[in-house]
């Protein structure tokens, strides 16, 4: 949950800066892009800190489960949210971090199923892990799709 609010909170906050003048965050799809950058940040460090355990129990196919594969995802998180932030890389990083979503999806089935705990917080229900992963998906479609009348390198084009 704490990623959820953590990109709610993050976009709200690009937003408001946006409605002060700050331009990079004058459009919705910039500030969701930031807020999700924010939010893969958080979430990838989080994998080299102390929830590295938690992280570990996760992993569902007993080949992966080793700190190396926490490290992987943790470094994949934070190269996303990196991409994210420039809009020449945002929609790769975009299509690379709903792949990743996916792939990390039976972590999460595995976590609900066995009752792990988190940061020793309960275990979240599936649905709502499953529910999570499907608004961060959503988001990220949000955030890498082109606004209209813009050409690949966000530059505005001119009608014909």
């Not at 529910?131 to 209209?148: C, D, E, G, N």
Request: aromatic share 14%.
């Amino acid at each position: 949950m704490v990623p959820l609010f953590l990109l709610l909170g993050s976009t709200v906050l690009f937003r408001l800066a946006g409605f002060f003048g700050v331009g990079r965050y004058r459009d919705f799809t910039g500030c969701l892009a930031a807020g999700l950058a924010v939010m893969f940040l958080f979430t990838g460090i989080a994998h080299f800190t102390a929830l590295q355990e938690d992280y570990l129990r996760m992993i569902p196919f007993e080949f992966f489960r080793s700190v190396t594969t926490v490290y992987i995802t943790g470094s994949f998180e934070m190269a996303g949210a990196i991409g994210l932030v420039f809009r020449k890389t945002r929609f790769i990083a975009g299509i690379l971090l709903i792949l990743f979503l996916v792939a990390v999806l039976p972590a999460n089935i595995r976590a609900s199923f066995t009752q792990i705990s988190f940061n020793d917080n309960p275990p979240t229900d599936l649905w709502l892990r499953i529910a999570i992963q499907l608004i961060f998906i959503t988001a990220l479609i949000l955030a890498i799709r082109r606004p209209a009348g813009s050409s690949a390198d966000g530059t505005k084009e001119e009608p014909c």
